[in-house]
């Protein structure tokens, strides 16, 4: 009896689930460098609320807009939900059902006295599984840590690719204004030529056509950033007067050095929480498969007790009382073919997850490496090739070997080719962000200026 007391009264787990959350902030933090913050009550709110004022008040980095979303993404705030959940199972886990009392009051047809039973019974096959059950629950709460950090590091990648994305596109925005006003001068010059008789219609018309197309290339950029920064404003969970926040500076510069490549798969297969999760989830049925084959003949309920009655005489009879529930038409054969069905399911599903990490971090390696290949070409090579055809352009326009209009070309050209270095640029760091997430979060070995003049937190 004082084993069972102590089972019943020393085995409940606390439903608090800040310990487990502290976990979690932990795994992200070591691999994000930004911890998350989980607000239950209304001055935790308060804080958080003014947190992200704070973050949004000063341009916005790549970090920054990492820490808003971990601060103020509501789907997000969401899954830490789960967290609370699954350790109020395991608070349930660690309890025993609640006894059972019945009774019952008869009346004779005839003369007086009535006659009266009471029970009060337990449980005792239930007080015997608590620990089992508590285990069980104790695991699937690992589970679910691993399945949340899995979803704010996949938030992170989210927010870094979005961000660059955006920036990228406001940089474009910039340079195709400069063709736009360069286009809307030369168009002007061109009205003016043709009115002195100096250029035909056809010239007026092909000179003039750039401007407008230069038009809608800006427009058509200047909606893509509007798209591009909503996106964001999604990803990070602001609305409102919580939207004017501006973007910090450009693209951050492509190191010189890049991350080791060597061992990327098996850094991926051991780090990965999602991975991590999936073989939590295969134990788990395979631990509930073996109990259910060594308990498939037991009673699946014993209830034990006392009964006392009390008859019509007065005279009470006091004594045990125990209920048996037999395994004679269930004898559990559906319940484990199901398990072992789910333990094969749950096996594949890993190693398929495994195979898809694996060609992941080969694909983004690949996609990095040659997003990285093709921006430095650009911006070492085509790029300051334009520029110098520019810069030469210009000095025969100066000595009028070349007209306003080849001037124009070789202008458009050099910014034809810092669209395509953008492109690539951003490619990089998208690629870069894709590659941390299907690694579990972080780069081994990051050079230290990857993030210059990006990250001045």
Request: contains cysteine.
């Amino acid at each position: 009896m004082a084993a069972v007391t102590t089972t019943l009264l020393g085995g409940c787990a606390s439903v608090n689930p800040r310990p487990a959350f502290d976990d979690v902030r932990k795994t992200v933090a070591e691999r994000s460098k930004v911890q998350p913050e989980w607000p239950r009550t209304a001055s935790e709110a308060s804080a958080a609320e003014q947190a992200v004022a704070k973050l949004l008040a000063a341009p916005l980095t790549a970090g920054r807009a990492v820490e808003v979303a971990f601060l103020n993404n509501p789907a997000l705030q969401a899954t830490f939900e789960e967290i609370g959940i699954s350790q109020a199972g395991l608070a349930q886990a660690a309890r025993v059902a609640n006894p059972e009392i019945s009774g019952f009051v008869r009346f004779p047809s005839e003369g007086a006295g009535r006659n009266s039973e009471l029970s009060l019974v337990q449980n005792v096959f239930d007080v015997f599984m608590q620990p089992l059950r508590k285990k069980v629950a104790a695991a699937e709460l690992e589970q679910t840590k691993l399945r949340v950090a899995n979803e704010v590091l996949t938030l992170a990648a989210e927010v870094k690719e979005a961000f660059f994305t955006l920036q990228a596109r406001e940089q474009l925005v910039a340079r195709l204004s400069v063709i736009r006003d360069l286009t809307e001068t030369a168009a002007a010059f061109a009205e003016k030529q043709h009115g002195a008789g100096a250029i035909g219609d056809l010239e007026l018309e092909s000179r003039t056509v750039i401007h407008r197309e230069s038009r809608v290339d800006v427009a058509l950029a200047e909606a893509d950033v509007r798209g591009d920064r909503e996106r964001l404003n999604r990803l990070l969970g602001l609305w409102g007067p919580h939207t004017t926040w501006s973007l910090a500076g450009q693209l951050p510069e492509i190191p010189e050095a890049e991350i080791p490549l060597d061992g990327l798969e098996r850094i991926a297969v051991t780090d990965r929480q999602d991975l991590l999760a999936a073989r939590r989830g295969v134990d788990l049925v395979g631990r509930a498969l073996a109990l259910r084959r060594k308990t498939r003949f037991f009673p699946v309920g014993i209830q034990v007790g006392i009964n006392t009655e009390k008859d019509v005489t007065g005279e009470r009879l006091t004594g045990p009382e125990l209920a048996l529930q037999l395994p004679f038409f269930d004898t559990g054969k559906a319940s484990i073919a199901r398990l072992e069905s789910e333990h094969r399911r749950a096996q594949r599903q890993l190693e398929a997850l495994a195979v898809n990490a694996r060609s992941e971090v080969r694909e983004e390696r690949d996609r990095m490496l040659a997003a990285r290949d093709l921006a430095l070409y650009y911006g070492r090579v085509l790029l300051p090739q334009r520029q110098r055809i520019l810069a030469l352009t210009l000095q025969h326009y100066n000595a009028m070997f070349k007209g306003a209009y080849d001037l124009l070309l070789a202008k458009q050209a050099e910014v034809e080719t810092e669209k395509a270095y953008l492109d690539a640029w951003r490619g990089y760091w998208i690629a870069r962000a894709r590659l941390e997430r299907a690694l579990g979060g972080s780069l081994p070995a990051e050079p230290a200026a990857a993030d210059a003049g990006q990250e001045g937190r």
